[in-house]
């Protein structure tokens, strides 16, 4: 079984598993993975994530948000993977996992799991949170860039004590009307926001927040077709029009290119968060 089939059927553990280079990242430039610990931030069992230090000093912090259009039946194994390379690589990598559709998320409840699994960087002894990079896929994506706004959110619910420096949304959903109107993941917006109507789409939807003061780089697979260029490029070009530091890169492949670090969309993927 592939691992679009798979992704679409929700095995993400058996994804995760089957992803080719999920342990030492072959590519990786002579660095190796220290410990990973597991950190919670609240009571429920989704309210967790996987610290991965890398053996040697840190280029940073990078939060890998998972993907799966908010629902419950995918997980944060789906991150695994890249957490691991991310640590070869020299970061430190929170594989951040929050509650979803399903099991107690959606608007606002993950949006507040968010800010708080950020907040777990703050909690890391040693750490240097000066550049905090979020990484999403897909739902995730649209995760990481709120995360990135939240300092210009300006709302009480949501104060965060670590600053995100940087977003880089792979696949990201960014447009979340859009999405209603091309019925991206068969009503999984809708889905998501429930009841909260134009006011969770205010405040939820990354098109409405632009411009951020930081950094955006969207990763987008030209072939995909779960979630289209289209929504990144929307994005995109709202934010340059309002002079926002953000760019578009389009790469072949599709959806799922992204969440396997054995692609050359990851090898670029690793080379922007450097350049960040």
């Given at each position: ?39 919670t931030y609240g009571d429920d069992p989704s309210q967790m994530a ?182 990144s490029r929307r994005y995109v070009n709202a934010a340059r029009a ?35």
């Amino acid at each position: 079984m592939d691992r679009r089939t798979l992704l679409r059927l929700g095995a993400g553990v058996a994804l995760a598993s089957a992803l080719p280079g999920c342990g030492a990242d072959q590519d990786s430039p002579g660095a190796t993975m220290g410990d990973v610990e597991t950190l919670t931030y609240g009571d429920d069992p989704s309210q967790m994530a996987e610290l991965h230090r890398p053996d040697g000093r840190s280029r940073g912090a990078v939060v890998v948000l998972h993907g799966g259009f908010w629902r419950a039946s995918y997980d944060f194994t789906l991150g695994r993977p890249l957490a691991e390379s991310l640590a070869t690589h020299g970061w430190t990598a929170l594989n951040l996992e929050y509650r979803r559709v399903g099991n107690g998320g959606g608007f606002p409840a993950t949006f507040d799991d968010v800010v708080n699994g950020v907040d777990l960087l703050a909690e890391v002894d040693g750490l240097d949170t000066s550049r905090v990079i979020t990484l999403g896929h897909s739902a995730g994506g649209h995760l990481a860039v709120w995360a990135a706004g939240l300092a210009q959110l300006d709302e009480e619910r949501w104060r965060p004590r670590v600053p995100v420096t940087a977003a880089v949304p792979q696949a990201g959903v960014l447009d979340l009307r859009g999405a209603v109107d091309r019925g991206l993941g068969a009503g999984a917006v809708e889905g998501f926001l429930g009841a909260g109507g134009d006011e969770a789409f205010d405040l939820a939807d990354p098109l409405a927040r632009v411009p951020l003061d930081v950094p955006v780089r969207c990763i987008h697979g030209r072939g995909d077709d779960v979630v289209p260029i289209e929504q990144s490029r929307r994005y995109v070009n709202a934010a340059r029009a309002e002079g926002a530091d953000a760019e578009l890169i389009a790469l072949d492949g599709d959806h799922f290119m992204h969440i396997d670090p054995s692609t050359p969309a990851w090898k670029r993927t690793l080379k922007i968060l450097d350049e960040l």
